[in-house]
């Protein structure tokens, strides 16, 4: 009898250091912040050619410089506080620059396509939170003009306010984003994050047990562009 008690306890004891050590093992040992999202590179540019005047399509873009839009979120997991970074070049758009003053621009991408590296969290994402199939696409629509005469013919950067339209889900709400601008040869490269209280767009933050995620993170992209 005096063994099958020890035998319990020590399963007892098993538990509770699982209970509370399996968190911080995975926190401190395992759990990591995934890259940040992709900014702008200046790695090869050249030197501008051509002007800014046309219309102009969303391309892959570069080694340097690929197209693609995604979610930051931080979140508890497993006691773990982690950066996750969900992204997909599924990025299709547009914009119109009339001499030196971007008029119009439309970025449109495909929510089903963000990956993290996670299939678990991948799957709540396109579902419960997203409802991809009800709604698949997100999308920001320029709603002020942006003068781009600022911005640098030499392969360098500058950054610009960016006033918009972000639609998530069924709600379109205004923001402005910070954008750093490159123009590489006849390229025209955008990156920058919108900040956004998820709940402001029906977007409900997971809280699953062994996971939280915060009501507050930022929609990212980057595109370049080609002129038509």
């Known amino acids: 009898m005096r ?18 050590v399996a968190p911080w093992v995975y926190g401190t040992f395992i759990a990591e912040d995934d890259a940040p999202a992709a900014s702008v590179s200046t ?39 982690v950066t996750v970074v969900g992204s997909t070049d599924q990025v299709s758009g547009s914009a119109t620059i009339d ?7 439309e970025v449109t991408v ?19 939170v997203m409802d ?10 320029l709603t002020d003009p942006v003068d781009l005469s600022a911005v640098p013919t030499d392969g360098t950067t500058a950054t610009l306010p960016v006033a918009g339209t972000l639609t998530l ?5 205004p923001v402005t984003a910070d954008v750093e601008i490159l123009r590489s040869g006849t390229d025209l490269v955008a990156s920058g994050s919108v900040p ?14 062994f ?14 562009f080609a002129k038509n």
């Open 3 to 20: 063994k099958l008690w020890w035998s319990l306890a020590a399963v007892v004891v098993i538990v509770v250091l699982g209970f509370f």
């Open 132 to 141: 991809t199939d009800t709604y698949p696409t997100a999308t920001f629509v």
């Open 99 to 105: 001499a030196d003053s971007l008029t119009g621009a």
């Open 196 to 209: 956004v209280t998820w709940s402001d767009f029906g977007v409900e933050a997971p809280s699953l047990g």
């Open 43 to 81: 790695s090869g540019a050249e030197a501008a050619t051509g002007d800014l005047a046309g219309s102009w399509t969303i391309t892959p873009g570069s080694e340097a410089n690929r197209t693609a839009a995604g979610y930051t979120v931080h979140e508890i997991l497993r006691g773990a506080d």
């Open 211 to 224: 996971v939280t995620v915060d009501d507050r993170g930022s929609v990212d992209f980057l595109v370049s």
């Open 169 to 173: 889900k069924d709600r379109s709400l």
């Open 110 to 128: 495909q929510v089903a396509g963000i990956t993290t590296d996670s299939s678990q969290r991948d799957g709540q994402f396109r579902g419960r």
